[in-house]
């Protein structure tokens, strides 16, 4: 993306979180190569409607296999033509959709951001945990690593959810999107998610962050 998108994208997604309520935002990222099948952002947008909170999400080409792939520089122009009919329009009080990219670090460092939903690459778990407010994420893996990564978080860190996808199609229902997203930023339970997070965040305060949060993650297997 050229400058001057990334400026014009880091300016509308700073001046919507400033306009949120503290605590209220879910930042919702797939990182830089991660995309979705059409079926699934079907899925997600409805999911995210249907959870009835704040979100900012960057969205991005959709592919037509189910198990996503890679961005493409010649899709990432693509519309938002390829979400469902109507969703930005019934969103637009409570969303902020864009395509492709976005300040992540100043995204989870404003104090609207209060959730996260990340395709759980490593990078991306670092910077949740080193520069969110001690914020509860959804974890959402799409291939490889992430697969184990998202274990980790959730089974074994304990700071995370993940929704379940259909045994046949691997795709993951607008029901189930909404349920998690409810249970991660609404109630009791995302308030002990913020908490292990902030612990994790002060014990990487200490030394190397990646390493620091390394070892904790070992420890806590």
Same mark, same amino acid.
């Given at each position: 993306m050229e400058p001057d998108d990334q400026n014009c994208g880091q300016t509308e997604c700073l001046n919507w979180n400033d306009n949120q309520p503290t605590g209220s935002v879910l930042f919702v990222s797939f990182g830089s190569g991660g995309r979705l099948s059409h079926e699934q952002i079907t899925e997600l947008a409805l999911g995210l409607e249907?959870?009835?909170?704040?979100?900012? +999400?960057?969205a991005g080409p959709v592919d037509? /296999?189910?198990?996503?792939g890679y961005f493409t520089v010649e899709t990432q122009s693509q519309p938002l033509s390829f979400l469902p009919e109507g969703f930005v329009e019934r969103t637009k009080c409570r969303s902020q959709v864009i395509l492709?990219?976005?300040?992540?670090i100043q995204v989870l460092i404003h104090e609207s951001t209060s959730g996260v939903l990340t395709?759980?690459? +490593?990078?991306?778990?670092?910077?949740?945990? /080193?520069h969110g407010n001690g914020m509860s994420f959804v974890a959402y893996p799409l291939f490889a690593e992430q697969n184990m990564n998202a274990a980790l978080v959730t089974d074994d860190m304990k700071v995370a959810l993940r929704p379940e996808s259909g045994e046949e199609d691997g795709v993951v229902g607008w029901?189930?999107?909404?349920?998690?997203?409810k249970r991660v930023m609404v109630g009791e339970e995302p308030k002990a998610f913020r908490?292990?997070?902030r612990e994790l965040k002060s014990l990487s305060e200490d030394g190397d962050s990646t390493k620091a949060l390394c070892e904790v993650a070992d420890?806590?297997?």
């Amino acid at each position: 993306m050229e400058p001057d998108d990334q400026n014009c994208g880091q300016t509308e997604c700073l001046n919507w979180n400033d306009n949120q309520p503290t605590g209220s935002v879910l930042f919702v990222s797939f990182g830089s190569g991660g995309r979705l099948s059409h079926e699934q952002i079907t899925e997600l947008a409805l999911g995210l409607e249907f959870s009835e909170q704040r979100f900012l +999400w960057v969205a991005g080409p959709v592919d037509n /296999l189910a198990g996503g792939g890679y961005f493409t520089v010649e899709t990432q122009s693509q519309p938002l033509s390829f979400l469902p009919e109507g969703f930005v329009e019934r969103t637009k009080c409570r969303s902020q959709v864009i395509l492709t990219w976005a300040p992540q670090i100043q995204v989870l460092i404003h104090e609207s951001t209060s959730g996260v939903l990340t395709h759980c690459g +490593w990078n991306s778990i670092i910077e949740n945990i /080193l520069h969110g407010n001690g914020m509860s994420f959804v974890a959402y893996p799409l291939f490889a690593e992430q697969n184990m990564n998202a274990a980790l978080v959730t089974d074994d860190m304990k700071v995370a959810l993940r929704p379940e996808s259909g045994e046949e199609d691997g795709v993951v229902g607008w029901e189930e999107i909404a349920r998690v997203v409810k249970r991660v930023m609404v109630g009791e339970e995302p308030k002990a998610f913020r908490r292990r997070m902030r612990e994790l965040k002060s014990l990487s305060e200490d030394g190397d962050s990646t390493k620091a949060l390394c070892e904790v993650a070992d420890n806590w297997v």
